[in-house]
Each structure stands twice: as C-alpha cells, then as structure tokens.
C-alpha cells in the first residue's frame, strides 16, 4: 500500500508538471491567434510593461482554473489506485474520464478568457484596447489583466465544482437514520 500510495503521488506530481508546461504553452499559442493587432513575442523584447501584465494575468488566471479542475481528476486516480474496490469503473475508463475532464477545463479556461477580454472591448468602444497595448499604455495592460483575474477567480469556483459533479465518485454506502 505504501508503493501505491508513493506511486500515486508521484504521479500527481507529474500530472501538475504536464499541466503546467501545457498552460505556458497553449497561453502563449493562443495569445498568438487571439490578439491579431500586435505580435507579443517581439512586444515583450522591446519591454513592452502593457503587454507583460496582461501576458502574466492571463497566466495566473488560466493556472487558476486549471488548478481547479485539476482536484477532481487527482481524487479519481487516487480512488482508483488507493481504493480499488470503492472504484466501480475500469482502468480504461479512468483515463477517458481524466483526459476528458482536463480537456474541458483548458477548454472552458481558454473560452472564457477570449470572451472576458472580447466582452470588455465592446464595453469600451471609445478604445482599441489593442493599439492601446502596442503603444505601451500600462494603464490598459493593468485593467485588461485585472478584468482577466476578476473572471478566473469567480469561473475557477464553477469549473471546480462542475468537474467535481462530472467526476465518478464511490459511493459510500448507505446510513439509515430512522425507521
């Protein structure tokens, strides 16, 4: 038991690891197609501040749903190696459910910051938010990044629990109170 349980936390180490260097990279991927008016890779080698504050929120905030929905696919891996028998599932059938589950969070990670970030453009018609971050205007880069951050933190709450309810979880049995 004490193998499985190392072997399992390994693992988890390894799933966060994987997660985390997906994270960077789909970021840096999407923020590639999402913003057509400025190439960010050359806008951070002429230190453009802007873009790097909006660069590092929308990090923190893609991290910070991912880590959400993260919780639930680690508590299935641990049932179904810690706890066999509680697991009414097979091995097949856990990793379809853990990928799944992951791929809807980056899903929903990545849809949601696209539409915040779009939805606060056209609250904002008096400025293009985009010429704006070329140009280096800090104060755009900070509430662009702000905006982002505001979202996760209240869509990372959603994301955990809607995982948590996609999830299988064993039952624990049944308590009768009363006759």
């Known amino acids: 038991m004490y ?5 399992v936390s390994i693992f988890e180490f390894v799933l966060t690891v994987i997660m985390s260097v997906l994270i960077l990279y789909v970021n840096y ?17 002429k230190q453009n501040v802007a873009i790097a ?23 299935l891996v641990r049932i179904y190696f810690l706890t066999p028998q509680d ?19 980056f899903v929903i990670a990545l849809f949601t910051v696209s539409f915040s ?10 400025i293009d938010e985009g010429a704006e971050l070329k140009k280096g205007n800090i104060a755009v880069g900070i509430v662009l990044a702000s905006v982002v951050l505001v979202v996760a933190m209240y869509v990372s ?23």
């Open 87 to 105: 697991a009414d599932f097979s091995l097949g059938k856990m990793v379809l459910f853990a990928v799944s589950q992951l791929v809807l969070v």
């Open 53 to 75: 504050v909006l660069l590092a929120a929308l990090l923190f905030a893609t991290a910070l749903m991912v880590q959400k929905g993260i919780g639930p696919v680690i508590s």
């Open 3 to 7: 193998v499985t349980r190392v072997l």
């Open 117 to 126: 970030l779009r939805f606060y453009g056209k609250l904002t018609r008096d």
């Open 157 to 179: 709450e959603g994301i955990g629990s809607l995982t948590r309810a996609l999830v299988p979880q064993p039952s624990i049995g049944r308590v009768q109170i009363m006759r």
């Open 29 to 45: 991927v999407s923020m590639r197609h999402m913003h057509k008016d400025y190439n960010e890779a050359e806008e951070l080698k």
